[in-house]
C-alpha cells in the first residue's frame, strides 16, 4: 500500500464562479473552543510557514484545433520537521487542509482573452484556470506532511481559442479565510509563454 498522500484538489466551481474562494470559506468554519482554535490556529501557521511551490514547468502541445498547456509543480515542505496538519471539519467529513491556492493565466500586454471559456472567471486581466481549498488526503490514521515531501500536481489546459501572443501562467498559494490575520497571499510562482 503506498502511504504517500494523495492530492485532492477540491473544485469549488460555484463558489469560485461567485468571487474568490478565500473570501467564500468563512462561512464554512464553524465556531471553536478558544483552546481548539488557538492550537489549530498554530500548527496551520506552521504549513503556510513551510510548503512551497518547487518545479513549475509547462509544455505547449500542438493539438488538432490549436495548442493546450500542460503545467507541472509540486508542493513541497520546507521544514526541518514534519508537519502536523490539524483536521478542517467545514466538509462532510474531515479534511486535512494545507490552504488554498488559484491559477491564472493573463496575456502580457494586458488584453482580453476573447477565446476564454465562460466558466474561466475574469479578474482585471487575469483568468481564473482553478482554485480552490488544497487537501491531503491520507490513508486513515495519517495526518503528518513529511519533511521534504512532494506533491506532485498536474493540469492542462485548452488553449485552441486563445489569440497568438505572451501569456503568464500563476499559481497563488493563499491562507484560508479564517486565518487572515496577516493577508492570505502567501506566495505566487509564474511561468511565461508565447503561444503561436
Known sequence: MDLRPRLTLLM?????????????????????????SSAAAALMEAVYQSLVLEDLAHELRTQEDGFSLDVHY???NRSQASL????????????YVLGAWHEWIERLDGAAIPGAPDWMRQEGARYSIAGGVLVLDFVPGRNRLLTGERIPVMRSVDLADFPSGRYRYTVE?????????EGHLLGDWSVEFELP
Open 12 to 36: 469549488l466551481l460555484a463558489v469560485l464562479l461567485a468571487g474568490p474562494l478565500v473570501t467564500s470559506c468563512a462561512a464554512l468554519r464553524p465556531s471553536e473552543a478558544p483552546g481548539e
Open 84 to 95: 502536523v496538519i490539524p483536521p478542517n471539519t467545514d466538509y462532510a467529513r474531515p479534511y
Open 74 to 76: 509540486d508542493w513541497v
Open 173 to 181: 498559494y493563499e491562507r484560508l479565510d479564517t486565518d487572515l490575520a
